[in-house]
């Protein structure tokens, strides 16, 4: 059979736009439209013989591979698609189809596009979820090595390597939080909303959503075919959890740098002319797709920013593969992460030596000046004297005093300058430290409690959404199996 010659149109966008969204709209829409045939048959509004051949012919194109579909110019796109391919499961011209009836592509486009998200968004979170619980095991592990914590790049204080590890998961329980709201906002019904204003007929929208797993309806259909919103939420929650897990991979960068974590060999390439080289790699492409997520959530804003308040390809179909991949890069990037940091561990973290070395603990010995009553800013002199004349290794209790005086501070007691002393060339005493929030080892694991606490109740909801995808899965089954026997 010869295929007809594709109009300029079809050729250069509606081919396009086939390819890109046959394999992820056909099969929900399959489903959609079961649940909408069962609905139309207990209102009364098509005969039993009409649903059951029509449900008939919606279980044969579940088995459908949308993926080997062509497009042939023969119809408009994949809705359309739908339509002819049912019409030929059936045996009847497409004419007798009731498949549309009080519906549009508006609204089931609406519907269609929140179930693929639900799933996508599960699937992104289950990842976010797996991520941040590798990481507070680590964090609990680890509670107890000391590192050196930069800010501008500059050592600046020591901390353990549980605290800047729960820190991150901290950031990763909180986007988890943030996506379990999005799908509770992303798990409302805008079928039955026909093309904005609803219908005549006496529909059943509420039974629409409840075979497809949806919680509720949205209250308006005009925002239920219009609303943009949840797009838009998605692409900028997927560019701002993935730019601090570029953040965070970055200083991972360093870490491997100074060999204080081991690079796990299966995250890494080799080099084609240094056989010495491991190149993690891996970092640097997990920084790429922040920037690439940067990108899809500037092009879903830009095309939804140009759009019409009401149904409009600009704030719907055009931004529909922009979050798609979003969503699988942001899936991609935290089972990254969350494998790499299952095989995190320390190799060479710095020595206590090597920490005074920096000059990080020097914050602390001036604050061991004030709990014996000097003034901060005397203290931040007396400390700032002793470090231009020399190491901390290099300090005696005589120098201290002297430069205590030197300073107008006067006589220190026996006790500061030991504390002070102690504070510069003990950066493990940070470990102790009581402060809740702090990197005190105790404290740390407390973090980690009240953080796993935090991804505890998002699985609760995650679970408790798919388990209800999974019921009305079922509902809608035994729905369509029993009209279909009709």
Same mark, same amino acid.
């Given at each position: 059979? =010869?295929?007809?010659?594709?109009? =300029?149109?079809?050729?250069?966008?509606?081919?396009? *736009?086939?390819?890109?969204?046959?394999?992820?709209?056909?099969?929900?829409?399959?489903?959609?439209?079961?649940?909408?045939?069962? %609905?139309?048959?207990?209102?009364?509004?098509?005969?039993?013989?009409?649903?059951?051949?029509?449900?008939?012919?919606? /279980?044969?194109?579940?088995?459908?591979?949308?993926?080997?579909?062509?497009?042939?110019?023969?119809?408009?796109?994949?809705?359309?698609?739908?339509?002819?391919?049912?019409?030929?499961?059936?045996?009847?011209?497409?004419?007798?189809? $009731?498949?549309?009836?009080?519906?549009?592509?508006? #609204?089931?486009?609406?519907?269609?596009?929140?179930?693929?998200?639900? #799933?996508?968004?599960?699937?992104?979170?289950?990842?976010? /979820?797996?991520?941040?619980?590798?990481?507070?095991?680590?964090?609990?592990?680890?509670? #107890? +090595?000391?590192?050196?914590?930069?800010?501008?790049?500059?050592?600046?204080?020591?901390?353990? !390597?549980?605290?800047?590890?729960?820190?991150?998961?901290?950031?990763?329980?909180?986007?988890?939080?943030?996506?379990?709201?999005?799908?509770?906002?992303?798990?409302?019904?805008?079928?039955?909303?026909?093309?904005?204003?609803?219908?005549?007929?006496?529909?059943?929208?509420?039974?629409?959503?409840? &075979? &497809?797993?949806?919680?509720?309806?949205?209250?308006?259909?005009?925002?239920?075919?219009?609303?943009?919103?949840? &797009?838009?939420? *998605?692409?900028?929650?997927?560019?701002?959890? !993935?730019?601090?897990?570029?953040?965070?991979?970055?200083?991972?960068?360093?870490?491997?740098?100074?060999?204080?974590?081991?690079?796990?060999?299966?995250?890494?390439?080799?080099? =084609?002319? %240094?056989?010495?080289?491991?190149?993690?790699?891996? !970092?640097?492409?997990?920084?790429?797709?922040?920037?690439?997520?940067?990108?899809?959530?500037?092009?879903?804003? $830009? $095309?939804?920013?140009?759009?019409?308040?009401?149904?409009?390809?600009?704030?719907?179909? @055009?931004?529909?593969?922009?979050?798609?991949?979003? $969503? @699988?890069?942001?899936?991609?990037?935290?089972?990254?992460?969350?494998?790499?940091?299952?095989?995190?561990?320390?190799?060479?973290?710095?020595?206590?030596?090597? /920490?005074?070395? *920096?000059?990080?603990?020097?914050?602390?010995?001036?604050?061991?000046?004030?709990?014996?009553?000097?003034?901060?800013?005397?203290?931040?002199?007396?400390?700032?004297?002793? +470090?231009?004349?020399?190491?901390?290794?290099?300090? =005696?209790?005589?120098?201290?005093?002297?430069?205590?005086?030197?300073?107008? +501070?006067?006589?220190?007691?026996?006790?500061?300058?030991? #504390?002070?002393?102690?504070?510069?060339?003990?950066?493990?005493?940070?470990?102790?430290?009581?402060?809740?929030?702090?990197?005190?080892?105790?404290?740390?694991?407390?973090?980690?409690?009240? /953080?796993?606490?935090?991804? @505890?109740?998002?699985?609760?909801?995650?679970?408790?959404?798919?388990?209800?995808?999974?019921?009305?899965?079922? *509902?809608?089954?035994?729905?369509?199996?029993?009209?279909?026997?009709?």
């Amino acid at each position: 059979m =010869t295929r007809p010659s594709l109009t =300029t149109y079809q050729q250069h966008h509606l081919r396009f *736009t086939f390819d890109h969204h046959a394999t992820q709209l056909y099969g929900p829409m399959v489903k959609a439209s079961e649940a909408h045939v069962v %609905m139309l048959a207990e209102r009364g509004l098509i005969p039993a013989e009409s649903a059951a051949q029509m449900l008939g012919g919606l /279980i044969t194109l579940r088995d459908d591979r949308p993926e080997t579909f062509t497009y042939d110019g023969s119809v408009e796109d994949v809705y359309y698609t739908l339509e002819k391919r049912l019409a030929e499961a059936c045996g009847i011209p497409t004419s007798e189809l $009731n498949v549309q009836l009080a519906r549009s592509r508006n #609204d089931l486009d609406a519907g269609v596009f929140r179930m693929i998200l639900r #799933d996508q968004l599960l699937r992104v979170l289950a990842a976010i /979820i797996d991520a941040g619980a590798e990481l507070l095991n680590r964090a609990d592990r680890y509670a #107890d +090595v000391v590192v050196v914590g930069y800010t501008h790049r500059r050592p600046a204080q020591p901390t353990s !390597m549980g605290h800047v590890l729960a820190g991150y998961a901290e950031a990763l329980a909180g986007q988890a939080a943030a996506y379990s709201s999005l799908l509770a906002e992303m798990n409302r019904s805008p079928l039955g909303s026909c093309a904005f204003a609803g219908t005549d007929l006496d529909i059943d929208p509420r039974r629409l959503a409840e &075979l &497809l797993g949806f919680d509720e309806l949205i209250v308006n259909s005009y925002e239920a075919v219009a609303g943009a919103d949840h &797009l838009m939420r *998605t692409a900028a929650l997927n560019a701002q959890a !993935m730019a601090t897990g570029a953040r965070f991979t970055r200083t991972l960068m360093d870490w491997l740098s100074w060999e204080w974590v081991r690079t796990p060999e299966d995250f890494t390439q080799g080099s =084609t002319i %240094m056989p010495q080289k491991r190149n993690p790699v891996v !970092m640097e492409h997990l920084v790429s797709m922040a920037g690439a997520a940067a990108a899809d959530a500037a092009s879903v804003y $830009n $095309n939804v920013g140009a759009a019409w308040w009401e149904d409009s390809n600009n704030a719907t179909t @055009d931004v529909q593969v922009r979050l798609w991949e979003s $969503n @699988d890069r942001a899936y991609r990037f935290f089972a990254l992460l969350g494998g790499l940091f299952q095989r995190l561990e320390p190799l060479h973290t710095p020595t206590g030596e090597a /920490i005074v070395a *920096t000059g990080a603990t020097t914050t602390a010995a001036a604050d061991a000046l004030t709990r014996h009553g000097v003034p901060f800013r005397a203290a931040h002199s007396v400390v700032g004297r002793l +470090v231009r004349a020399g190491a901390p290794s290099t300090w =005696t209790d005589a120098g201290v005093r002297e430069v205590a005086q030197t300073a107008g +501070v006067g006589t220190l007691t026996d006790d500061a300058v030991r #504390d002070l002393v102690a504070a510069a060339l003990r950066p493990e005493l940070v470990l102790a430290r009581e402060q809740v929030d702090g990197p005190g080892e105790a404290a740390v694991r407390a973090q980690v409690t009240r /953080i796993r606490s935090t991804l @505890d109740d998002v699985v609760g909801r995650a679970t408790a959404l798919r388990q209800r995808l999974e019921d009305a899965d079922v *509902t809608l089954a035994a729905a369509v199996a029993e009209r279909a026997a009709k």
